[in-house]
């Protein structure tokens, strides 16, 4: 188990230019927006831990990945926020993506083995309430039913 990372804004421009991410942070915003980098991230980050769910133990802490899956994750946010623009990415940026993708696919298995966190939220599971089923014959018994005895 280990602990798992919580990304921010400067995690981007360890994979893009940060004059890049400044613009994708703060162009074309409306006069009420704010920087969409945490609601982007926010949604990104639960579809990276919807992935992953059920093959590794996740974080208790919300917005948190893996650190194995930092780079996938960032390369998915920086996609979101490229899209918001109509930035169209060049081919090595589509390749990253397309490849944080495929990780995501094989995410948890040996083949791309994930960490499960320290801090392992216990799902909420409800128990069932039990019954028993009684089931009572009716009717007489024939001499076919008492064969053998």
Sequence with gaps: MTAWTTIS????????VAALVEALRTAALGSSQDDPFSEIASDRIAYIRNRIAGRVTLSGTANTVPPELKAQTCWLILESMNNRL????????????KRAYDDLKIAGTKDFAV???????????????????????????TRQDMAGL
């Design 9 to 16: 804004e400067s995690d981007l421009e360890d994979y893009q």
């Design 115 to 141: 960490s499960s966190a320290d801090d392992a939220e216990t799902p909420e599971v409800e128990t069932g309430g039990g019954f028993s089923l009684a089931n009572t014959p009716t009717g007489t018994i």
């Design 86 to 97: 109509g930035i169209e990415p060049n081919q090595s940026q589509r390749d990253m993506i």
